[in-house]
Antibody
């Protein structure tokens, strides 16, 4: 059974930093593109970033470019999101999601339960 | 950044059908894109439902009932999720998604389906 477990969500101050983690199990993590998707409480989904199976292909949505960094450690079956220069509008549940494909381009067939990041002074 | 437009709410009765739409911007032709659909219930992560490209290129998520189906309306530049034989458990938020270009994903704003 595929499992994705996010952690690292806390209350942070504007301008602060945070690192989210997602631990994967139940599938060959190294074979798939992974994503971060966020959802402000009570609002819709927003795709944040993706990283290909080998880390060579990385993309971000415009609002986080230059502030967030996605990475992965295939030896630890883990996905990460380093979040810097946090803004109040970054407040959201952050989900990690598994792409169907090695290089992405398809649907997200598994999702974690999410971790809540709150940016507030 | 392209915007996928979904009506914020939809209402239907048990046993009826619900037709949820996802309209693409004018500069993106729905015919050239895979439309992916997700269901999200309160307190849970999204769940993948299905994708639709054409009648010969479509797919259902694992365990998703055949009551859920996809289609397109080219004249309206719209992707459609049809849910037939509505059940109370179908009450949820529904999101469409596309890859407008390589390395970029867009979700629609979501439709809250209420089964009255």
């Amino acid at each position: 059974e595929v499992q994705l477990v996010e952690s690292g969500g806390v209350v942070a101050q504007p301008g602060g930093s945070l690192r989210l983690s997602c631990e994967a199990s139940g599938f060959r993590f190294e074979d798939y593109t992974m994503h971060w998707v966020r959802q402000p409480p009570g609002k819709g989904l927003e795709w944040v970033s993706l990283i290909s199976w080998n880390g060579e292909k990385i993309h971000y949505t415009d609002s986080v470019k230059g502030r967030f960094t996605i990475s992965r450690d295939n030896s630890k079956n883990s996905l990460y999101l380093e979040m810097n220069r946090l803004r109040t509008e970054d407040t959201a549940f952050y989900y990690c999601a598994k792409d169907l494909l090695r290089f992405g381009g398809s649907y997200f067939d598994s999702w974690g339960q999410g971790t809540l990041v709150t940016v507030s002074s | 950044q392209p915007v996928l437009t979904q009506p914020p709410s939809s209402f239907a009765s048990p046993g009826e059908s619900a037709r949820l739409t996802c309209t693409l911007p004018h500069d993106i032709n729905v015919g050239g894109y895979y439309i992916y659909w997700y269901q999200q219930k309160p307190g849970s992560p999204p769940r993948y439902l299905l994708y639709y490209y054409s009648d010969s290129e479509k797919g259902q998520g694992s365990g998703v009932p055949s009551r859920f189906s996809g289609s397109k309306d080219a004249s309206a530049n719209t992707g459609i999720l049809l849910i037939s034989g509505l059940q109370s458990e179908d009450e949820a938020d529904y999101y469409c998604m596309i890859w407008p270009r390589s390395g970029y994903v867009v979700f629609g704003g979501g439709t809250k389906l209420t089964v009255l």
